[in-house]
């Protein structure tokens, strides 16, 4: 046997030797495989520190021992570029390291501040008890640098961190078999503190992400606390498996003071595959940015795949606006809470929610300034919101329904301190829950509407507010049934004032725009033009057309009864019409409260089985 044949055969040797009685995996570093036992401090893709390793030596055509610097340097060495760490482990034994792993380290003292092209490979088997980093770089950018996950980590991962910008960086955690493809800390796809996070990925397929409770972990596609993040994404899968995302958040593109657009997030459920997400989703997220727009968060399932999350937001900005935010829900999701758009502090309005055909029982959408929520397919939705501020205005939002099955509230747009107004609903659906035009916990609800073309619904409110007025609200029915309780206008502790209903069927009083067949019932149970728990409602209009049935009491105003005081409880000039054909089951009544003065009712044919009372006591 030749000398070189003898020494190949005791390179191989050494290398079974060493992996059997030694349980070590393979690890490559700076581009040099290597085997190595558990490390107990930090793996430099471009590291200066020795390991002791099976190195493969191309003479022998083996795997020999031997003390082992990686290519390049940590932390002065040049170049940070274009180095990779492959953790593999041997077939028994499933190998760790104890510190960080960094693909490519980019020092403040290198000639190079920028880490770029860098990777880490972590396979099945694998696991890592600290943070994984594709590219690093201390003072410079991060570029085009990858973390690939099939092994475990106890730590945060990042794809490219960078002082400045990170751009084209990925994350990818998959499982090789159960069990495998874990994190417990942070994902981001790229992480960037002074610059922009661009074009970063996060892609999660029958893998774990998990956080601790009261302190969610977050996935992020691209994150930056003072730069823009613009055109990131995530993307989480479950196919005949699980995708477990426990106490984790989850977000397309995240910053704090800069502005957030065009990032998306995916989720998706195949066949036999289930998503879970404990926690909120979020297509973008900032503080303090000035732009907002055009984030997404997509949902959808096939066959027998379902996906469960606590919160969906397209855009969430604390004390910025957000605009041309999407939500899109396609088969079978429970949703908590769903928010195309939400403002803590500023204006929500322009915003449209569309509902096809679907079930809806669980959760909220909320959109402002042109978001869009679309609904397709069996998804578990309990409110929807077009548009939703804490502090600002609501309006010019829309709801649109095209066949749904709910038991929640739509609201159009819902302010808790500003005005809700011109906000829109339209329905022509199935059976769902009840529908606000607009509404405002202490402020003016005012000139938003309702039209029903179809379906049948619990309650209706054109515009409502606890604390403020309501007034130049309308509601039309003009075909299907309302369960419960129709207000043109709600005011809890204020005036009710200058709203209206109408209750059409398919009569001549339909618009010209919508299209309904021939003798098709409106039925509703109890209408109120205005109604004050405690104030004044003047001013309202009630009208019943042919084909409208109602199986309750019309009333066109009412105030209820707090004290003696004519200030209070006090009902005037509200009207009541009944047209030809109408039929009411019930009592009319003009104005109904504890001083009612001018009001009317006014008969022009229908069936009226109740009394017929212009002005009275409540």
Request: net charge negative.
């Amino acid at each position: 046997m030749k000398l070189s044949s003898r020494l190949r055969s005791l390179g191989a040797a050494l290398v079974c030797i060493s992996m059997v009685l030694c349980n070590v995996p393979l690890v490559q570093a700076g581009d040099v495989v290597i085997g190595v036992g558990p490390v107990e401090e930090n793996v430099y893709g471009n590291g200066t520190s020795p390991i002791l390793a099976m190195v493969y030596d191309e003479l022998l055509d083996a795997y020999v021992p031997t003390t082992v610097w990686p290519s390049g340097g940590y932390p002065y060495a040049d170049p940070p570029d274009g180095n990779s760490v492959t953790l593999t482990a041997s077939p028994t034994a499933a190998g760790s390291v104890l510190g960080n792993v960094y693909g490519g380290y980019a020092g403040i003292l290198t000639t190079d501040q920028s880490a770029d092209s860098n990777i880490v490979e972590m396979s099945y088997g694998t696991s890592v008890n600290g943070n994984v980093y594709g590219g690093y770089a201390e003072d410079g950018d991060a570029t085009l640098n990858s973390a690939s996950i099939q092994g475990n980590v106890t730590g945060s991962v990042y794809g490219g961190y960078a002082m400045e910008n990170a751009a084209n960086n990925n994350v990818s955690i998959t499982n090789a078999a159960t069990g495998s493809g874990s994190v417990t800390g942070n994902v981001y796809g790229g992480r960037a503190i002074d610059g922009d996070a661009t074009d970063n990925t996060v892609y999660i397929r029958n893998s774990s992400v998990t956080g601790t409770a009261g302190d969610n972990a977050i996935i992020a596609g691209g994150s930056t606390v003072d730069g823009e993040a613009n055109s990131n994404t995530v993307t989480i899968n479950a196919t005949g498996d699980t995708a477990n995302l426990q106490y984790v958040n989850v977000a397309g593109g995240r910053s704090v003071s800069g502005d957030v657009t065009e990032n998306t997030v995916n989720i998706s459920a195949g066949s036999g595959g289930t998503v879970t997400i404990n926690g909120s989703v979020y297509g973008g997220y900032t503080v303090n940015g000035t732009q907002t727009v055009d984030n997404a968060v997509n949902i959808s399932t096939t066959g027998t795949g379902s996906v469960s999350v606590t919160n969906v937001y397209g855009m969430y900005a604390v004390d910025a606006d957000s605009q041309y935010n999407v939500l899109t829900f396609e088969g079978g999701s429970t949703v908590g809470s769903a928010y195309a758009g939400y403002s803590k502090d500023n204006d929500v309005h322009d915003n449209w929610v569309t509902v096809n055909p679907t079930n809806l029982d669980g959760g909220t959408g909320w959109t402002e300034q042109a978001n869009t929520v679309n609904i397709t397919g069996n998804v578990d939705v309990k409110n929807v919101y077009a548009g939703y501020t804490e502090q600002g205005g609501a309006s010019f939002n829309l709801i649109d329904i095209k066949g749904a099955q709910e038991n929640g509230h739509f609201y159009a747009g819902y302010t808790e301190n500003g005005e809700a107004y011109d906000n829109h609903v339209l329905v022509n659906g199935l059976d769902v829950g009840s529908f606000h035009g607009g509404h405002s916990d202490s402020g003016t609800a005012h000139d938003n509407t309702i039209t029903v073309t179809m379906g049948s619904i619990k309650n209706l409110y054109g515009g409502s507010t606890e604390g403020g007025t309501a007034e130049y609200n309308d509601v039309s029915i003009i075909a299907g049934r309302v369960d419960e309780t129709i207000y043109g206008g709600y005011a809890a502790s204020g005036e009710a004032n200058y709203n209206m209903v109408t209750i059409a069927g398919a009569s001549d009083n339909v618009p010209q725009n919508i299209i309904i067949p021939p003798n098709i019932n409106a039925v509703v149970h109890d209408v109120y033009g205005g109604y004050s728990e405690s104030n004044l409602a003047g001013g309202n209009i009630v009208e019943v057309y042919k084909y409208g049935s109602v199986f309750g009491n019309v009333v066109g105003g009412y105030s209820g009864f707090v004290t003696s005081d004519e200030s209070s409880g006090t009902t005037q000039l509200n009207t009541v019409l009944v047209n030809d054909g109408a039929i009411i089951h019930g009592d009319v009544y003009g104005g109904k409260s504890g001083a009612a003065r001018e009001n009317h009712v006014i008969i022009d044919g229908g069936v009226i089985d109740g009394d017929i009372i212009g002005g009275g006591v409540a």
